[in-house]
């Protein structure tokens, strides 16, 4: 069975992000050296809002960006429909030539199938003449490899993603095999645009997350809801035809369409 929901969406103040750049070292023989060898050294630095993910690295590993978030309910029925992020922070790398970010969100469907869980957004893009500016629009869409039922339950917890006390740093790669191994999730389908410069020393990225109001959701139908729309659609059957049928046997009687005669099995009773 299909049918058609908008989620309830609520962003967690949780994301990660990280991007990788190549910094141009010279390396001169002499001083009186007009001309120097250049070498890229490939670095990578990360953030996170989850506080305890950043205390395990290095500083010149971590970055510190200005964010901002913007949630519209622009049908005012209580439901987010959109998010919009703004993220800017310092680089003083000479390019960048990827950016990955997870945004966490709490991820509830009410109507027919119960269900909650915390699912990511995820953004990986290529920016291999660097990045000045990022413009990102998308939508946040259900994941399924299998049907909804109509028991309630939820995958709200991710310790194994980040261990127990969320102080575990991982790999991107690691932290989208856990997400992808679920059943149920979400993917963030988006368009992009990347200026490749824009500010000598600033990186600027606007993040649009859509949220469907009209999400498809695959859903397993109970058994006693499959007999109650079996009696309601039987029901409905049976009327048109015994109302039908009882005015064609009316007409067919009151007009003597067939030969007919009253009988009856009771004795005669002689007059005396």
Not at 147 to 162: E, G, I
Not at 212 to 229: A, C, G, M, R
Not at 244 to 257: A, E, M, S
Request: hydrophobic share 40%; proline share 4%; glycine share 2%.
């Amino acid at each position: 069975m299909v049918y058609f929901e908008q989620p309830n969406v609520f962003y967690k103040g949780e994301m990660m992000m990280y991007y990788y750049c190549k910094n141009i070292i010279n390396n001169a023989e002499t001083e009186e050296s007009e001309e120097s060898e250049k070498e890229e050294e490939e670095n990578v630095k990360f953030f996170s809002t989850i506080f305890y993910l950043n205390s395990g690295l290095d500083k010149k590993q971590r970055i510190f960006p200005l964010i901002k978030v913007k949630a519209f309910d622009e049908n005012f029925d209580g439901l987010i429909n959109k998010y919009d992020f703004r993220i800017a922070f310092n680089n003083n790398d000479d390019k960048i030539k990827n950016i990955k970010i997870i945004l966490f969100f709490n991820y509830t469907l009410k109507e027919n199938a119960k269900f909650s869980m915390v699912t990511p957004a995820v953004i990986d893009i290529d920016t291999p003449n660097g990045a000045g500016y990022i413009k990102i629009n998308g939508d946040l869409n259900l994941f399924q490899k299998a049907p909804l039922t109509s028991n309630s339950y939820s995958q709200n917890d991710y310790s194994n993603v980040f261990g127990e006390n969320y102080d575990e740093y991982k790999e991107y790669d690691e932290i989208l095999k856990e997400f992808s191994e679920r059943n149920i999730s979400t993917i963030f389908e988006y368009d992009r645009f990347v200026a490749p410069l824009r500010s000598k020393d600033t990186v600027q990225i606007d993040i649009s997350v859509n949220i469907p109001s009209f999400q498809k959701i695959l859903y397993t139908t109970p058994p006693l809801t499959k007999f109650k729309f079996f009696w309601i659609q039987l029901i409905a059957v049976f009327i048109p035809c015994y109302i039908i049928f009882d005015i064609i046997l009316v007409f067919l009687f009151k007009n003597k369409i067939f030969p007919c005669s009253i009988t009856s099995d009771l004795p005669k009773i002689k007059n005396l």
